[in-house]
């Protein structure tokens, strides 16, 4: 099993829709959450980090499931703009250390059309 | 300017040749990382450092080897080049919250 494993899209919306991605992850002592966003041929870039409680960024909001091991990102009024591929991210923890490296998902593709 | 700079931006080298990658940030962050990515197969981490004495070998280190000069250097070499090592190459450093900035990539191909 991967240790973080995304849904394999793509994705193909409508300007307007709604969209949720979602992201499992192995480690049950991982610590820390985040979704990434990548335009192709570019890097990685942080789009929020993920807090068990839940939390939103305008049109974004992320939710923590620590019992299921579960990760979601949902995307309210897609705009075009908000084409790119989304990566699910998680800090495992490694050797007892307080931080590890980051695992990265496989990245779920979405495009939003006219 | 770039908080996280890689060079070179694209790379195109021979089978055999040696090569590096190099890697510099300004976030004064003391985790760095290198990555490569394939289509297909996402972000697989080479190697890690989080401090300039810490080396870490990630999931995919043989054929590569990595130097920490100082807090804001961290190269990636490629002893002998292969074509599978033919990729999107990303360098990242990491703050004390997890959070990854990265480098706008390398982009290299082995012949």
């Known amino acids: 099993r991967k240790e973080v494993e995304q849904d394999p899209g793509p994705f193909n919306v409508p300007e307007g829709a709604t969209v949720a991605f979602n992201c499992t992850y192995s480690?049950?002592?991982?610590?820390?959450f985040f979704w990434y966003r990548q335009d192709c041929r570019k890097e990685p870039k942080l789009l929020m980090s993920v807090y068990s409680s839940g939390n939103e960024d305008g049109r974004f909001t992320a939710q923590l499931n620590r019992a299921s091991q579960y990760i979601s990102l949902l995307i309210r009024d897609s705009k075009l703009s908000d084409s790119a591929t989304y990566l699910c991210v998680v800090n495992k923890d490694a050797g007892g250390t307080s931080y590890g490296k980051l695992t990265f998902g496989q990245g779920t593709i979405l495009t939003v059309h006219p | 300017d770039a908080d996280v700079t890689q060079t070179p931006r694209n790379r195109i080298t021979k089978t055999g040749k040696r090569i590096m990658l190099e890697c510099s940030q300004t976030k004064g962050h003391d985790r760095m990382y290198w990555y490569r990515q394939d289509p297909g197969l996402g972000l697989r981490l080479i190697y890690y450092?989080?401090?300039?004495?810490?080396?870490n070998k990630g999931e995919i280190s043989d054929g590569y080897s990595v130097s920490r000069q100082a807090q804001a250097k961290f190269s990636l070499s490629l002893e002998s080049a292969i074509p599978n090592q033919t990729a999107l190459y990303f360098c990242?450093?990491?703050?004390?919250?997890?959070?990854?900035?990265f480098g706008q990539g390398t982009r290299l191909t082995v012949v």
């Open positions: 990242a450093t990491s703050d004390l919250g997890s959070r990854a900035f």
């Open positions: 450092s989080f401090d300039v004495k810490d080396i």
């Open positions: 480690n049950s002592a991982s610590q820390s």
